[in-house]
Protein backbone atom coordinates (compact mmCIF):
# COMPACT_ATOMS: atom_id res chain seq x y z
CA UNK A 1 0.00 0.00 0.00
CA UNK A 2 1.30 3.79 -0.57
CA UNK A 3 -0.16 4.86 2.84
CA UNK A 4 -1.86 8.00 3.29
CA UNK A 5 -1.24 10.59 0.53
CA UNK A 6 -1.28 14.31 1.10
CA UNK A 7 -1.50 17.11 -1.73
CA UNK A 8 -0.09 19.41 -2.17
CA UNK A 9 2.92 18.90 -0.24
CA UNK A 10 3.80 22.56 0.65
CA UNK A 11 1.60 25.29 0.01
CA UNK A 12 2.09 29.58 -0.96
CA UNK A 13 -0.73 31.60 -0.97
CA UNK A 14 -1.55 35.29 0.13
CA UNK A 15 -4.03 36.41 3.05
CA UNK A 16 -7.51 36.03 1.94
CA UNK A 17 -7.33 33.21 -0.01
CA UNK A 18 -9.08 29.94 -0.47
CA UNK A 19 -6.65 26.95 0.34
CA UNK A 20 -8.08 23.73 -0.05
CA UNK A 21 -5.90 20.65 1.11
CA UNK A 22 -6.52 17.20 -0.12
CA UNK A 23 -6.39 13.51 1.76
CA UNK A 24 -6.38 9.60 0.26
CA UNK A 25 -6.01 7.32 3.71
CA UNK A 26 -5.07 4.00 3.32
CA UNK A 27 -7.54 1.35 1.67
CA UNK A 28 -9.78 -0.23 4.43
CA UNK A 29 -9.30 2.36 7.07
CA UNK A 30 -12.37 3.32 8.69
CA UNK A 31 -11.18 6.23 10.47
CA UNK A 32 -9.82 9.70 8.99
CA UNK A 33 -7.91 12.31 10.93
CA UNK A 34 -6.61 16.33 10.46
CA UNK A 35 -3.84 17.36 12.38
CA UNK A 36 -1.98 20.96 12.83
CA UNK A 37 1.50 21.42 14.17
CA UNK A 38 2.61 24.50 15.03
CA UNK A 39 5.71 25.87 17.26
CA UNK A 40 3.73 26.77 19.90
CA UNK A 41 0.93 24.37 20.01
CA UNK A 42 2.61 21.25 18.51
CA UNK A 43 0.54 18.35 17.07
CA UNK A 44 -3.56 19.56 17.32
CA UNK A 45 -6.54 17.53 16.00
CA UNK A 46 -8.68 19.39 14.34
CA UNK A 47 -11.11 16.89 13.16
CA UNK A 48 -11.75 12.91 12.82
CA UNK A 49 -14.28 11.29 10.91
CA UNK A 50 -15.64 7.43 11.14
CA UNK A 51 -16.91 5.97 7.66
CA UNK A 52 -17.12 9.30 6.50
CA UNK A 53 -19.11 10.70 9.07
CA UNK A 54 -17.58 13.31 11.25
CA UNK A 55 -17.43 12.35 14.78
CA UNK A 56 -15.70 15.10 17.04
CA UNK A 57 -14.78 18.59 15.08
CA UNK A 58 -14.04 20.48 18.32
CA UNK A 59 -10.51 21.33 17.21
CA UNK A 60 -11.88 23.32 14.26
CA UNK A 61 -10.44 26.60 15.38
CA UNK A 62 -13.20 28.77 13.71
CA UNK A 63 -15.60 28.87 10.77
CA UNK A 64 -13.12 29.48 8.15
CA UNK A 65 -12.19 25.98 8.32
CA UNK A 66 -14.30 23.14 7.08
CA UNK A 67 -13.46 19.37 6.37
CA UNK A 68 -15.50 16.91 4.14
CA UNK A 69 -15.12 13.09 3.43
CA UNK A 70 -17.14 12.30 0.41
CA UNK A 71 -16.35 9.42 -0.13
CA UNK A 72 -13.87 6.61 2.04
CA UNK A 73 -10.94 7.37 -0.08
CA UNK A 74 -10.70 10.76 -0.52
CA UNK A 75 -11.03 14.11 2.16
CA UNK A 76 -10.37 17.61 1.96
CA UNK A 77 -9.68 20.69 4.40
CA UNK A 78 -10.84 23.38 3.37
CA UNK A 79 -9.62 27.28 5.10
CA UNK A 80 -11.80 30.21 3.43
CA UNK A 81 -10.26 32.62 3.71
CA UNK A 82 -6.89 32.35 4.87
CA UNK A 83 -4.95 33.99 7.58
CA UNK A 84 -1.14 34.25 8.31
CA UNK A 85 -1.52 32.49 11.55
CA UNK A 86 -3.06 29.51 9.98
CA UNK A 87 0.67 28.74 8.41
CA UNK A 88 1.71 25.42 9.56
CA UNK A 89 2.28 21.68 8.55
CA UNK A 90 -0.90 19.95 8.37
CA UNK A 91 -1.33 16.35 8.94
CA UNK A 92 -3.45 13.82 7.75
CA UNK A 93 -3.76 9.89 9.13
CA UNK A 94 -5.79 7.16 9.01
CA UNK A 95 -6.83 4.16 11.27
CA UNK A 96 -8.58 0.92 11.15
CA UNK A 97 -9.41 -0.57 14.60
CA UNK A 98 -10.92 -4.02 14.11
CA UNK A 99 -11.46 -6.24 17.22
CA UNK A 100 -8.50 -3.93 18.95
CA UNK A 101 -8.93 -1.16 21.85
CA UNK A 102 -7.39 1.01 19.71
CA UNK A 103 -5.22 1.31 16.51
CA UNK A 104 -2.46 3.29 15.59
CA UNK A 105 -2.81 5.80 13.33
CA UNK A 106 -0.69 6.17 9.90
CA UNK A 107 -0.08 9.69 8.81
CA UNK A 108 0.64 11.33 5.75
CA UNK A 109 3.46 13.17 4.93
CA UNK A 110 1.81 16.33 5.28
CA UNK A 111 0.77 19.64 3.66
CA UNK A 112 3.14 22.59 4.71
CA UNK A 113 0.98 25.59 4.12
CA UNK A 114 2.20 29.21 4.20
CA UNK A 115 -0.14 32.20 4.46
CA UNK A 116 1.66 35.74 3.18
CA UNK B 1 -5.30 23.50 28.43
CA UNK B 2 -2.14 21.19 27.83
CA UNK B 3 -3.78 17.99 28.77
CA UNK B 4 -0.55 16.07 27.15
CA UNK B 5 2.42 18.02 28.58
CA UNK B 6 6.26 17.06 27.15
CA UNK B 7 8.54 19.56 29.15
CA UNK B 8 11.79 18.79 27.67
CA UNK B 9 11.73 20.61 24.19
CA UNK B 10 14.78 18.74 23.01
CA UNK B 11 17.16 16.14 24.86
CA UNK B 12 20.89 15.06 23.63
CA UNK B 13 22.52 12.09 24.29
CA UNK B 14 25.77 10.35 23.78
CA UNK B 15 25.46 7.34 21.29
CA UNK B 16 25.19 4.06 23.06
CA UNK B 17 23.43 5.76 26.44
CA UNK B 18 20.18 5.65 27.20
CA UNK B 19 17.68 7.86 26.34
CA UNK B 20 15.14 8.76 28.77
CA UNK B 21 12.01 11.10 27.26
CA UNK B 22 8.82 11.90 29.71
CA UNK B 23 5.73 12.78 29.43
CA UNK B 24 3.17 14.01 31.79
CA UNK B 25 -0.88 13.83 31.28
CA UNK B 26 -3.87 15.46 33.37
CA UNK B 27 -6.45 13.76 32.30
CA UNK B 28 -7.69 10.95 34.03
CA UNK B 29 -10.08 9.40 31.43
CA UNK B 30 -6.86 8.40 29.36
CA UNK B 31 -6.59 4.65 29.03
CA UNK B 32 -4.01 4.15 26.22
CA UNK B 33 -0.93 5.54 25.63
CA UNK B 34 1.47 6.19 22.41
CA UNK B 35 4.64 7.52 21.30
CA UNK B 36 5.67 8.33 17.90
CA UNK B 37 8.66 9.32 15.93
CA UNK B 38 9.42 12.26 14.07
CA UNK B 39 11.76 12.97 10.94
CA UNK B 40 11.91 16.26 9.12
CA UNK B 41 9.99 16.45 5.99
CA UNK B 42 7.90 13.10 7.14
CA UNK B 43 4.82 12.29 9.16
CA UNK B 44 5.22 10.81 12.67
CA UNK B 45 4.95 7.29 12.61
CA UNK B 46 4.13 4.87 15.56
CA UNK B 47 6.22 3.13 17.61
CA UNK B 48 5.44 2.12 21.01
CA UNK B 49 1.96 2.13 23.09
CA UNK B 50 0.82 0.91 26.35
CA UNK B 51 -2.39 0.04 27.86
CA UNK B 52 -3.45 1.76 31.33
CA UNK B 53 -3.80 -1.79 32.77
CA UNK B 54 0.00 -2.30 32.65
CA UNK B 55 3.02 0.04 33.68
CA UNK B 56 5.26 -1.70 31.16
CA UNK B 57 5.64 -2.50 27.53
CA UNK B 58 8.94 -3.17 25.79
CA UNK B 59 9.93 -3.81 22.41
CA UNK B 60 13.65 -4.11 21.28
CA UNK B 61 15.72 -1.33 22.22
CA UNK B 62 12.42 0.47 23.32
CA UNK B 63 10.31 0.49 26.54
CA UNK B 64 7.55 2.68 27.68
CA UNK B 65 6.97 2.95 31.56
CA UNK B 66 3.91 4.30 32.98
CA UNK B 67 3.08 5.55 36.59
CA UNK B 68 -0.82 6.29 36.80
CA UNK B 69 -0.61 7.96 40.42
CA UNK B 70 1.70 9.91 39.09
CA UNK B 71 -0.27 10.73 35.55
CA UNK B 72 3.47 10.04 33.82
CA UNK B 73 4.60 8.02 31.63
CA UNK B 74 8.69 7.43 30.21
CA UNK B 75 10.22 6.16 27.18
CA UNK B 76 13.41 4.48 27.50
CA UNK B 77 16.36 4.14 24.31
CA UNK B 78 18.91 1.77 25.03
CA UNK B 79 21.15 1.99 23.59
CA UNK B 80 20.87 4.85 21.80
CA UNK B 81 21.49 5.04 18.30
CA UNK B 82 22.25 8.04 15.92
CA UNK B 83 19.15 7.34 13.58
CA UNK B 84 17.13 7.44 16.82
CA UNK B 85 17.61 11.30 16.20
CA UNK B 86 14.06 12.74 15.61
CA UNK B 87 10.90 14.55 17.45
CA UNK B 88 9.45 12.35 19.79
CA UNK B 89 6.02 12.57 20.49
CA UNK B 90 3.77 11.44 23.84
CA UNK B 91 0.24 10.89 22.77
CA UNK B 92 -2.91 10.08 24.64
CA UNK B 93 -6.32 8.55 24.07
CA UNK B 94 -9.85 8.85 26.16
CA UNK B 95 -11.09 5.70 27.38
CA UNK B 96 -13.72 4.42 23.90
CA UNK B 97 -12.73 7.22 21.83
CA UNK B 98 -10.31 7.27 18.72
CA UNK B 99 -9.00 10.55 19.17
CA UNK B 100 -5.25 11.63 20.06
CA UNK B 101 -4.20 14.22 22.43
CA UNK B 102 -0.57 15.14 21.46
CA UNK B 103 2.02 16.42 23.50
CA UNK B 104 4.42 19.38 21.54
CA UNK B 105 7.65 16.82 20.90
CA UNK B 106 11.07 16.74 22.30
CA UNK B 107 13.92 16.60 20.12
CA UNK B 108 16.28 13.96 20.51
CA UNK B 109 19.55 14.59 19.24
CA UNK B 110 22.35 11.49 19.31
CA UNK B 111 25.81 12.31 19.46
CA UNK B 112 28.42 10.04 17.74
Known amino acids: DAGVIQSPRHEVTEMGQEVTLRCKPISGHDYLFWYRQTMMRGLELLIYFNNNVPIDDSGMPEDRFSAKMPNASFSTLKIQPSEPRDSAVYFC??????????????FGPGTRLTVL | DQQVKQNSPSLSVQEGRISILNCDYTNSMFDYFLWYKKYPAEGPTFLIS?????DKNEDGRFTVFLNKSAKHLSLHIVPSQPGDSAVYFC???????????FGQGTRLTINP
Open chain 2, 50 to 54: ISSIK
Open chain 1, 93 to 106: ASSFLGLADYNEQF
Open chain 2, 91 to 101: AASPGGAQKLV
